[in-house]
């Protein structure tokens, strides 16, 4: 069993940054594809972004393209989310996920990943 542990949330401005980070624990994978996730209130938790193993392949939803950056450094088996350009949009609970070791390929539903973490508060406000 894995357990992931998310950190680095918090209360930022408008145009701000943060980062995040994802550690894993118990039964760790260094090629599993990891992601992340958030989900504001009252919505449904949404694709966020998504590492392969060796991070050489990543995929973003569009309203977080130029803004954010997944990274990776499976010595520390860590993935990393930075957040440049903060918008109040942004706010939301966000979930680092990992999927199972058979699957190699990005993942970009929620269903697709077997292992969360309990979620860290970003929230955005002036």
């Known amino acids: 069993q894995m357990q992931l542990v998310e950190s680095g949330g918090g209360l930022v401005q408008p145009g701000g940054s943060l980062r995040l980070s994802c550690a894993a624990s118990g039964r760790s994978f260094s090629d599993n594809v990891k992601g992340w996730f958030r989900q504001a209130p009252g919505k449904e938790r949404e694709f966020v972004a998504a590492?392969?193993?060796?991070?050489?392949?990543?995929s973003y939803t569009d309203s977080v393209k130029g803004r954010f950056t997944i990274s990776r450094d499976n010595a520390k088996n860590t993935v990393y989310l930075q957040m440049n350009s903060l918008k109040p949009e942004d706010t939301a609970v966000y979930f680092c996920?990992?999927?199972?070791?058979?699957?190699?390929?990005?993942?970009?539903?929620?269903?697709?990943?077997?292992?969360w973490g309990q979620g860290t508060q970003v929230t955005v406000s002036s």
């Open positions: 996920a990992a999927r199972g070791p058979s699957y190699s390929s990005l993942g970009l539903y929620s269903g697709q990943y077997d292992y």
């Open positions: 590492i392969n193993w060796s991070g050489d392949d990543s």
